[in-house]
């Protein structure tokens, strides 16, 4: 339950139109802040009559530096988190994963689903105090565009099919161009191309929050500095050390901070998840975001109540470099299948992670909205029955005890990470005599040099930026800015585009994954289960929202 105020909405109605009423209006860490239980004892909650604690500090770990606290820049989970407490969008997500109003009190669709129209509500400001109004949407949706501010996230505004979008991203048409405008400043129109009925959910993504444009033009790279910044949304960014810590006050500008209960936001860099579970226990960390590699089990009968597992919108996976640069003999789709086939799964998902992880064979998670899992041919299969295929594959392409198939893995620098690519670096040199040579990298770096395709077969996760199974298979498309493999077939790209504009888009997705299963550039190796550490005392947490999309001020803590 949301603190101090009921679920403004619960979804998006069948009518097309959002409408639901309005309400109102230290000192930094210096080395690790702690989470220890609280002496003290606050007010009591207003809905639940719960004690509140009165020290309303929420810390939690974070593995790695962010990416960046720019809405048009970021590119990672940890680095939305961040963004999703600075500043808002239009739509926001309750803890169910609904839509809610954000910046939008309501927002209208015309008949065809072609064009949007969000009306602002007059009471939002920026952190300096500023009206936060439709053309501060407007800059930012045509700074996302805008190929001069190279955002990585480009690409996601082409796939909202927002007017002229993939030509200004060309660089072919003027980024004034983009099909969007402040009718007033307080009405924003959005122009698409295709038929999209669940746009709506696509402005929930921090590409599309608003940036301030006076600050972003008077300070450029810097305006994301704590000194710089203006945000909109319920905190502001107070103290930033690279690789050390971030951390958020609130924001006494954020139109609805009377229902904010948290006071501070404090997360702490540690690069291994060993140590984030001691300081975890020790109550330095109220959250643990993920626990390490295979101890979940354990963990839930240490601390019932506070070792969560929930479905989570995500895949893991490893991709081929496909492009021009990549290995010679990837091109060559027996040795892809072979290297898929002969993964064992289960044994990944049981024996290494043991969270509750289903084993994935597609590359959609079963828990997408509206997705029903194809029975793809090698997940039908034994493990017995696809060990015996991938040594005849590979076999079939040339390969053997005497000229045996060498490349590197490339991944991000994690224990859980290293264990998972061990195990499948084991199970192939074990099967079919392949020698894949590991190695790791600092995730700016490595998401640098995957991106560049400076790899042979790399690690990557992705988790979805909206309920619907196209956030995962739009990857695929040959144009997708994180299509790192740059795999390319032009029958995935117009069964993707057909489906933006079907009332039920399933059969082109089941093809699509059916076509993913026989060409192989990617192998789906699990899909998540959301296992996390959260302090008995913090309430409020969106266990239900498969997204995990969560907001600082939904949630607070109670008295110990």
């Not at 009968?301 to 496909?322: Q, V």
């Not at 997705?371 to 017995?384: H, I, L, R």
Request: hydrophobic share 35%; charged share 20%; glycine share 6%.
């Amino acid at each position: 339950m949301k603190p101090f105020t009921k679920t403004l909405a619960a979804a998006l109605v069948s009518s097309a139109v959002f409408l639901v009423g309005c309400s109102s209006d230290d000192e930094t860490a210096a080395t690790a802040t702690t989470a220890a239980p609280e002496a003290k004892s606050g007010p009591t909650h207003p809905v639940t009559g719960e004690t509140l604690a009165a020290d309303q500090t929420f810390t939690y770990w974070a593995l790695d530096e962010h990416s960046s606290f720019d809405p048009q820049i970021v590119e990672d989970v940890s680095g939305s988190e961040h963004v999703r407490n600075l500043f808002e969008g239009l739509l926001n997500q309750d803890e169910d994963g609904n839509l809610v109003p954000g910046v939008a009190e309501r927002f209208e669709a015309s008949e065809d689903k072609m064009t949007y129209t969000f009306y602002l509500r007059k009471d939002a400001k920026w952190s300096n105090g500023d009206p936060v109004t439709a053309k501060d949407f407007v800059y930012g949706w045509k700074r996302a565009a805008n190929p001069e501010t190279a955002s990585p996230y480009a690409w996601f505004v082409e796939l909202m099919s927002i007017k002229n979008a993939p030509q200004i991203i060309a660089g072919e048409a003027e980024v004034d161009s983009l099909g969007v405008t402040a009718v007033d400043d307080y009405t924003l129109q959005v122009e698409l191309t295709d038929s999209l009925p669940y746009f709506p959910m696509m402005v929930v993504h921090t590409t599309t929050f608003p940036t301030h444009q006076a600050t972003v033009e008077k300070f450029g790279s810097e305006w994301t500095k704590p000194e710089n910044m203006v945000s909109n949304g319920a905190y502001t960014l107070s103290e930033h050390v690279v690789n050390e810590r971030a951390v958020l006050e609130r924001n006494d500008q954020y139109w609805n901070n009377d229902a904010t209960i948290l006071e501070k936001i404090v997360s702490i860099v540690v690069p291994d998840e060993n140590q984030g579970l001691i300081r975890w226990k020790a109550n330095e960390f109220d959250l643990m975001n993920s626990v390490p590699t295979g101890q979940f089990k354990s963990l839930q009968e240490e601390f019932p109540g506070e070792a969560l597992a929930y479905p989570r919108l995500c895949n893991y996976y490893y991709t081929f470099n496909l492009s021009e640069s990549g290995p010679e003999e990837f091109k060559d789709v027996r040795v892809r299948q072979a290297l898929a086939y002969a993964i064992d799964r289960k044994v990944i998902t049981e024996q290494v992670l043991q969270g509750g992880q289903p084993e994935a064979y597609t590359f959609t998670p079963a828990a997408t909205a509206s997705f029903t899992v194809p029975p793809v041919e090698f997940g039908q299969m034994t493990q017995a029955e696809r060990d015996e295929k991938a040594k005849e594959l590979l076999a079939e392409a040339g390969y053997s005890a005497s000229n045996p198939l060498t490349f590197d893995m490339l991944y991000n620098t994690s224990e859980g990470h290293k264990q998972i690519a061990t195990a499948i670096s084991q199970m192939w040199k074990t099967k079919l005599g392949v020698e894949a040579v590991l190695n790791n990298m600092e995730w700016k770096t490595f998401l640098e040099e995957r991106g560049n395709q400076n790899f042979a077969l790399a690690r990557g996760a992705w988790c979805g930026d909206y309920n619907e199974a196209s956030t995962f298979l739009d990857l695929v498309r040959s144009n997708s800015g994180y299509n790192d493999g740059k795999y390319n077939n032009p029958e995935v790209d117009r069964l993707m585009d057909e489906a933006k504009t079907q009332a039920d888009p399933s059969a082109n997705y089941t093809a699509v994954e059916q076509i993913l299963a026989e060409e192989m550039p990617i192998i789906p190796v699990y899909h998540y289960a959301g296992n996390i550490l959260l302090k008995s005392n913090v309430k409020g947490w969106p266990v239900n929202n498969v997204e995990q999309n969560w907001y600082a001020r939904n949630l607070y803590k109670v008295a110990k």
